[in-house]
């Protein structure tokens, strides 16, 4: 095969590769234009089970999403200011930073994803969701590791297990700038909120944090775990985020350089700046 240079020779290559991989959508009409290629071929990676592709294919596939990345705009941990930067003086302001934008950007040793206990990233093709999001910029190596790494403790658990509640699992980054991902399943608030809820969702800022002090990684970025479609209230959620990761540097001084606090809605972004200035 030869080398494909341009993205929209890579583009062109993948989508037809991606549908003669998927026997349902083989015979699927490719459209002209870049951006229906797109999202066919997004479409096409979210549903796609966890299996092995062709090499050829995965090269392709890298050199398209690593590209599609510094066309978005990196943006390195030094690129964020701390709070401290912007006149916060509480505790660890200058390990502590509030960023607004997609999380798919940060180059940082760990970015946290939001996900659900089958631990396989979302299969909804195009959905907006942080997980869905992760998966398809990363490529399909991302979920292909989230099932070896169940299928194994499928094995030591049983068939029917499930990523439990605030148990987090370090992958690959894989073609994302971020080194590793880390995924841990949130609380959902079903009814209404309670102290276990509450005490979940600290777990996963805690627990979170100490798999990237015992792996060696010293900035990782959070999302907003468990609101949205989990439905924890979200300026509950900004309070137990900030009051747990305040904690967890008090108990472990000089194991984390930067703590990000990535939000994408406004909503979000106002009950942060409050709990940080």
């Known amino acids: 095969m030869k080398e494909l240079r341009s993205q929209e020779e890579r583009l062109a290559f993948l989508t ?3 549908k003669e991989d998927s026997e349902e959508y083989r015979h699927l009409q490719t459209p002209a234009d870049t951006d229906g290629k797109k999202r066919i ?3 096409l990676m979210n549903i796609r089970l966890p299996r092995k592709m062709d090499p050829a294919v995965l090269t392709v596939q890298d050199a398209y999403l690593q590209e599609r990345n510094r066309e978005n705009g990196i943006v390195a941990v030094n690129d964020i200011p ?3 930067d912007q006149g916060s003086r509480r505790a660890f302001a200058d390990h502590i930073s509030l960023w607004q934008g997609d999380i798919t950007r940060l180059a940082v040793d760990a970015i946290v994803n939001a996900a659900n206990s089958q631990m396989l ?5 195009m959905h907006s969701c942080i997980d869905n999001c992760i998966h398809t910029f990363a490529g399909i190596q991302l979920r292909a590791e989230c099932d070896r790494q ?3 403790l499928r094995a030591k658990y049983g068939v029917d297990y499930e990523q439990p509640t605030a148990v987090p699992m370090l992958t690959g980054g894989y073609n994302l700038p971020a080194r590793h991902v880390v995924h841990i399943v949130g609380p959902i608030v079903q009814i209404g909120l309670t102290a276990e809820l509450e005490k979940d969702l600290a777990d996963c800022y805690r627990n979170t944090l100490d798999l ?3 792996n ?3 900035s990782v970025a959070f999302c907003c775990i468990s609101t949205g479609v989990f439905r924890f209230p979200n300026k509950r959620a900004a309070e137990i985020a900030v009051q747990t990761v305040t904690a967890w540097l008090t108990e472990h001084p000089g194991e984390m350089d930067r ?3 990535n939000v994408f809605k406004d909503e979000d972004w106002k009950h942060y700046e409050a709990e940080l200035f």
């Open 259 to 261: 703590v990000i606090f």
């Open 16 to 18: 037809e590769a991606f």
């Open 212 to 214: 990237c002090a015992e």
């Open 82 to 84: 701390t709070i401290a």
């Open 150 to 152: 169940m299928r194994l």
């Open 41 to 43: 071929l997004r479409s």
């Open 216 to 218: 060696g990684l010293r």
């Open 121 to 125: 990233g979302c299969f909804v093709p």
